[in-house]
Structure formats: structure tokens, C-alpha cells
T-cell receptor, first 111, second 113 residues
């Protein structure tokens, strides 16, 4: 079964606004990752947060992790039209060999 | 630096025809390799992963197969394509198995008619 599920499925905002995407998962994890995918391209790793971390920043990205609620959020501040893409959360499986991806949030930033 | 290549970029094949998609990685040794399929507007479905030459783990029953003839080469094959095999196929590698950063290739768009 799918480990990570993103919410919302799609998000449309104006340039300059903040975008928040959420991810929920079902089982215990060692870490959680966020990836970005431009249309028709491969995925690009954005950030990894470990299970013992609660918040992590990278440039305009802020990721939080709440292991008690089995959820994570990705905040993109001061969005730009170039941020238009799909964003996926991914978690490790209990066996340790795989990364399980959610269905993604499609973000559209209007210029 | 490490790079990952996939080809072809796009492919249109008739039902029942064979398939061979190739993925190669440069600049690293003994990578963990993955094949994913992505349906339009959906997430990634893990098809196969490999932790070493000749070692293939299959995630879903299907008419696809994978092989790893060399350390940095991963091949996805089918003897007879089905309509349901259409999709976007992505190859990825990681330095550590499971739950660590993966590096993706550009993908192959496969359309089965």
C-alpha cells in the first residue's frame, strides 16, 4: 500500500505567495524526503529530514516532520513561476531497500 | 560527478512487440538501481530494484523483467508489450539502499498502441 500521501492533490497560487503541501504516512520511518518533478522530467531531490528532526530549512524551503502524527509539510516561501512542478514526499520502507513515493501535489504558480 | 542516462527518451511500440529500455550510471560504483513507472498525473510505482550485478528484486507481478549485466547498467525488458505498459519509465540510483537520496534519469515516455 502507498506509504506517503500528499495533500492537496493540486494547488494554484499567485507568485509571491507561500505554498504549503502536506504528506501523511502510515508506518514508522527513518527519514522522509521531498522531491520535485517538472513536467515530463525526472525527479530532483529537494530535502531529507530524519526521524529525530522536527524542522529543516533549505533556501526558500522549510520542511517539518511530526512523527507522532506521521505527517510532514513542505513550505515554499515567496513562490515563483519557476516553482511550478509536482512535489512528492517519499519514505523508506521497513525493509530498508526501497523508497516509497506518494502520489504528489501539483503546484501551479501564476505570474 | 555522477550522471545517469536513459534512452530512448520517447518510444511508440505496437502491442505484442518487445521492449528494451536502458539506463547507465557514470561516476559511481556499486550503485543501487531502481526502475519506476509513472502513470499520467500519478506517483511512482517501483517496478524493480537491484543492489548488485545480477541481483534483481521485483516489486509487482507483470510482463516486464529487469537485468543488470554490468555494475552501472540496468535494463528493463518485455517480450510482449501490453496496452497497460504505457507510461513514463524512470531509472534512478542511490549510494545507500532504502530511504536515501535517489538520483533520477530523464525518463522514457512509452506509448503502446
Amino acid at each position: 500500500s502507498q506509504q506517503g500521501e500528499e495533500d492537496p492533490q493540486a494547488l494554484s497560487i499567485q507568485e509571491g505567495e507561500n505554498a504549503t503541501m502536506n504528506c501523511s504516512y502510515k508506518t514508522s520511518i527513518n527519514n522522509l524526503q521531498w522531491y520535485r518533478q517538472n513536467s515530463g522530467r525526472g525527479l530532483v531531490h529537494l530535502i531529507l529530514i530524519r526521524s529525530n528532526e522536527r524542522e529543516k530549512h533549505s533556501g526558500r524551503l522549510r520542511v517539518t516532520l511530526d512523527t507522532s502524527k506521521k505527517s510532514s509539510s513542505l513550505l515554499i516561501t515567496a513562490s515563483r513561476a519557476a516553482d511550478t512542478a509536482s512535489y512528492f514526499c517519499a519514505t523508506d520502507d521497513t525493509g530498508g531497500f526501497k523508497t516509497i513515493f506518494g502520489a504528489g501535489t501539483r503546484l501551479f504558480v501564476k505570474a | 560527478s555522477q550522471t545517469i542516462h536513459q534512452w530512448p527518451a520517447t518510444l511508440v511500440q505496437p502491442v505484442g512487440s518487445p521492449l528494451s529500455l536502458e539506463c547507465t550510471v557514470e561516476g559511481t560504483s556499486n550503485p543501487n538501481l531502481y526502475w519506476y513507472r509513472q502513470a499520467a498525473g500519478r506517483g511512482l510505482q517501483l517496478l524493480f530494484y537491484s543492489v548488485g550485478i545480477g541481483q534483481i528484486s521485483s516489486e509487482v507481478p507483470q510482463n516486464l523483467s529487469a537485468s543488470r549485466p554490468q555494475d552501472r547498467q540496468f535494463i528493463l525488458s518485455s517480450k510482449k508489450l501490453l496496452l497497460s505498459d504505457s507510461g513514463f519509465y524512470l531509472c534512478a540510483w542511490s549510494g545507500i539502499a532504502g530511504g536515501h537520496e535517489q538520483f533520477f534519469g530523464p525518463g522514457t515516455r512509452l506509448t503502446v498502441l
